[in-house]
């Protein structure tokens, strides 16, 4: 048999030796794998993973070896080389970030987001996404560079701008600016929380969720399924409203403009009648209360509170309509007028609803007194400030000044 032949036949015989034992270590990894986790979740989830980088991994050591068997002093085996160790640069880069990712995910696993109180949760899927894609633009960065250096040419490169990275990091800074920005800005948002993922805020006058945070821009989901795509440094050089940086429970109004006759009390035990038949109510917030009375009318503001944003809404519309209701079937009187007075005008109020009211004193909670929740309120905006008793007295008496001792 010619030489060529020969070697030819044993490049491809070592070559399906590779394949053989690239299956067999690989399907050897897998069993181990589902045997140490005991049929739990996340070994599947490794295995899905890095099944596919591991095998190219595998395979390219597995040709390397195969050439070196049957080619051993080829004229073009440094070429060949030279590929197989950048694939295998490559190959290995894509199996640490398929590792890295897998240990990301499975540390997300632990905390979920579809609790009610997922706070701990949202801070921490927040700073592994933007984990997760710096530790992959880094690993990617390390194995371009790595093969770029096994060509001769470009490590002598390396060494001139080495040489001169002062200036060749001004000169990129300056050229990048503004998406170096945005990478600082994702990094600060990731670890200062003011936002985390599933967070409810108010951007640009829009009311959304926070979808998503990367490096560069954060996605918004809006009530109404929109998309907004801001960039990072805008969550760090605007204001905006976060519903949730603290907790979900919110406190929200709806305003009424009806007539001077309207029994504020009568509409009070309406409201507490719609709020303990509704679902939505967390019980904390209830405050009914007259904030203007001018141009003809008076503004009645109802304040509501509930678990989160989205039930909030829905309490609001719910009372607003029920309250409507009971201004033009039960208290018609106190609906909105445009009236031009005659005369002397008397004192007019609908006896119907007067009478349906109990005469005894009521206790009128109001947003910063009458109850216990309100007076909590109060606190937070308060607060004692020491005052001494010689300063005190100087300022209501200027003449009356301490005694010196030379005196």
């Known amino acids: 048999m010619p030489e060529p032949w020969s070697t030819l ?91 890295l990712l897998f240990i990301a995910d499975l540390s997300l696993s632990r905390y979920r987001l579809d609790v009610p109180d997922n706070r701990v949760a949202r801070r921490l899927h927040t700073q592994l996404q933007i984990v997760r894609r710096l530790v992959v633009v880094i690993v990617v960065i390390v194995a371009i560079g790595a093969s770029l250096l096994t060509f001769d040419g470009v490590r002598a490169v390396g060494a001139s701008v080495l040489a001169s990275a002062g200036i060749a990091s001004i000169v990129a800074g300056l050229a990048a600016q503004s998406v170096l920005a945005n990478v600082f800005a994702g990094v600060q948002l990731a670890f200062s929380e003011a936002i985390r993922v599933d967070d409810v805020v108010v951007v640009d006058g829009q009311w959304g969720r926070i979808h998503e945070i990367t490096l560069t821009y954060v996605v918004v989901m809006t009530w109404d399924q929109r998309t907004v795509v801001l960039p990072c440094n805008y969550f760090t050089s605007t204001a905006f409203e976060n519903w949730t940086k603290y907790g979900s429970e919110i406190v929200g109004s709806v305003e009424l403009d009806v007539d001077w006759r309207v029994s504020t009390d009568a509409m009070r035990a309406r409201l507490e009648a719609v709020l303990a038949e509704s679902s939505l109510w967390d019980g904390r917030t209830q405050v009914l209360q007259v904030t203007e009375a001018t141009g003809g009318m008076v503004r009645v503001r109802v304040l509501v509170s509930a678990a989160d944003s989205a039930a909030l809404w829905d309490l609001r519309c719910v009372v607003r309509e029920s309250l409507v209701e009971w201004v033009r079937d039960e208290d018609a009187a106190s609906l909105p007028l445009q009236r031009v007075l005659v005369g002397d005008p008397g004192q007019q109020r609908s006896s119907a609803v007067k009478s349906a009211v109990p005469a005894e004193a009521r206790d009128r909670a109001g947003l910063f007194s009458g109850n216990a929740d309100g007076e909590a309120r109060a606190s937070e905006f308060t607060a004692a400030i020491p005052v001494q008793e010689d300063a005190r007295q100087s300022r209501e008496h200027p003449l009356l000044e301490p005694a010196r001792d030379d005196d």
Request: proline share 2%; charged share 10%; with cysteine.
């Open 9 to 99: 036949l044993t490049f491809s015989l070592a070559l399906v030796g590779a394949l053989v034992a690239v299956l067999i270590i690989s399907a050897v990894a897998s069993v181990i794998v589902r045997t140490t986790s005991r049929h739990r979740q996340w070994a599947t989830t490794l295995i899905t993973r890095a099944r596919w980088p591991f095998r190219v991994t595998l395979l390219i050591v597995g040709v390397w070896i195969a050439v070196a068997i049957s080619f051993p002093g080829a004229d073009w085996r440094e070429v060949v080389d030279h590929a197989l160790l950048i694939g295998l640069i490559s190959s290995g880069a894509w199996l640490v970030c398929q590792l």
